[in-house]
C-alpha cells in the first residue's frame, strides 16, 4: 500500500534539520507496530511537502486507513533510529552526483523557498532530540492522528487509463528566469550539473519537462552528437526524481562530462551547443508542418507511461499522490494527437528551449 502523509522537510525550517527524517522513521516504526505479523516490508522518502511511505504487507486486508496511533519510542529507540539516519546520511553524502542535483541545485534556485535542505537531516541537531520533543514536534506537526491518503493494491481494481485528456488544457510550463544566470554546481566524476526552474499552474503540464528531456537526449545522441563529441550528458529532474511534489514548481538538472583528453569548455557553452542544435531541429520540424520529432517523443512518453502502468508500485503511489494533491494523476494518461497539434507541441516545446538559452547567455 502507498501511505503518503502531508508535510515533508519543508517543516525542518522550523524543528530544525532532520526532523522529518526522523518523523519518517518514528512513523514506519508505528506502521510496523500496528501491522504486527502482516509487515513485510517498507520504503519511505521524506520530499519537501510530503512524506511518502510503500509498505508491503502479507495480506490484502492488513491496511492502515486513516489513522495510526504513534509508537512510543523509548531513549534507546530513539539511539538507534538517530545511528541509522546518521549512516543514511553519511552514504547519501557521499554520493557526488546525488548532492549536486537533489540538494545543491534546488538551493541555489530556490524551487522549495528559503532555508530549505534536502530532508536527510544534520547529524549534529538529530543528536539534540529527546523522546519528549519529538512527540511534541510530531504533535505539533502531524497531530496525534494524521491525516493519511492511502492506496491500496486492492483499490486499483477496475483502474484503466482514461484517454480523454487532451495535452493542452494547462496553462503550460515556464521556465523561471535566473537572475544571477545559469546555476551550475559541481558533482562527482568531472560532472557539472546546470539546472533551470520550472513553473507551472497545472502539474499535468510538468510532462513538457520530461518531454524536454526526451527530445535533448535524442538531440545530444543523434544530431548534436557533432557538438556533444567527447562530452556525456546526463539529465535529471526532480529531487531524487520525483515530480509533482514541489508543488508549482520543478526543476530540471543537465550534467555535462567532459571525456578525458577533451578540450576544455566552459559548460555554458556545452549547453549552448546542445540548445541551439535542438533550436534547430525543432525549426526543421515545425517548417514541414507534420513534427516527426514531437510524434516521436509522444511515443517516448507513451513508453513511459506504459512501464509506470506496468509497476503496481508505481501506479499506487501515482493514484495516491493524485488524492492528496487532487485529481487522477497526469502520468496515467496517455492521448493522442493529430498533425496540427504535433506542430504546434513542437512550437511550444521550442518556445521552452529558447528561455533556457536565454538563461545561460545572460552569464556568458
Ligand atoms: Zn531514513
Known amino acids: 500500500m502507498s501511505v503518503i502523509i502531508d508535510g515533508g522537510a519543508n517543516e525542518d525550517v522550523v524543528h530544525g534539520a532532520g526532523f522529518a527524517h526522523l518523523r519518517e522513521h518514528w512513523a514506519l516504526a508505528s506502521f510496523r507496530r500496528a501491522l504486527g505479523d502482516d509487515y513485510v516490508m517498507a ?29 512510543q519510542w523509548s531513549t534507546a529507540d530513539l539511539a538507534e533510529e538517530v545511528a541509522v539516519i546518521d549512516s543514511e ?16 541545485l534546488p538551493r541555489r534556485l530556490g524551487v522549495f523557498g528559503p532555508e530549505t535542505d534536502w530532508g536527510y537531516g544534520d547529524r549534529e541537531s538529530l543528536r539534540g532530540w529527546t523522546v519528549d520533543n ?36 494547462g496553462q503550460g510550463v515556464t521556465v523561471r528566469p535566473a537572475s544571477e544566470g545559469p546555476v551550475t554546481v559541481a558533482g562527482g566524476g568531472g560532472i557539472t550539473y546546470c539546472g533551470w526552474h520550472f513553473d507551472y499552474r497545472d502539474r499535468r503540464d510538468l510532462r513538457a ?68 542544435s535542438t533550436r534547430a531541429v525543432l525549426r526543421a520540424d515545425i517548417g514541414v508542418g507534420d513534427s516527426r520529432l514531437a510524434m516521436g517523443i509522444d511515443r517516448h512518453r507513451l513508453l513511459r507511461q506504459a512501464r509506470i502502468n506496468q509497476s503496481i508500485v508505481q501506479r499506487l ?47 556568458a
Open 43 to 71: 520504503t519511505a522518502q521524506t520530499l519537501q511537502y510530503q512524506t511518502e511511505f510503500i509498505i508491503f504487507v502479507r495480506s490484502a486486508d492488513a491496511v492502515v486507513r486513516d489513522r495510526i496511533d504513534w509508537w
Open 209 to 276: 519537462v520530461d518531454d524536454l528531456v526526451t527530445l535533448l537526449t535524442l538531440v545530444a545522441r543523434d544530431n548534436g552528437a557533432r557538438e556533444a563529441q567527447g562530452y556525456e550528458f546526463d539529465f535529471r529532474i526532480g529531487q531524487f526524481g520525483e515530480r509533482h511534489v514541489a508543488r508549482g514548481s520543478d526543476y530540471l538538472a543537465v550534467g555535462i562530462k567532459c571525456e578525458p583528453g577533451s578540450p576544455v569548455v566552459r559548460t555554458a557553452a556545452v549547453i549552448d551547443q546542445l540548445l541551439e
Open 317 to 363: 503511489v501515482l493514484v495516491n499522490r493524485a488524492k492528496l494533491l487532487g485529481g487522477e494523476d497526469p502520468v496515467l494518461h496517455s492521448a493522442e494527437r493529430d498533425s496540427s497539434e504535433l506542430t504546434a507541441y513542437a512550437q511550444y516545446l521550442l518556445t521552452l528551449i529558447d528561455d533556457m538559452s536565454v538563461d545561460v547567455g545572460t552569464a
Open 134 to 169: 519529538l512527540r511534541t514536534a510530531v504533535s505539533q506537526t502531524w497531530g496525534d492522528r494524521p491525516a493519511m491518503a492511502v492506496t491500496t493494491a486492492r483499490d486499483l481494481d477496475g483502474w484503466g487509463p482514461n484517454d480523454d485528456l487532451r495535452p493542452f488544457r
Open 89 to 104: 546520511i553519511v552514504a547519501a553524502e557521499s554520493d557526488m552526483n546525488g548532492l549536486a542535483v537533489d540538494r545543491e
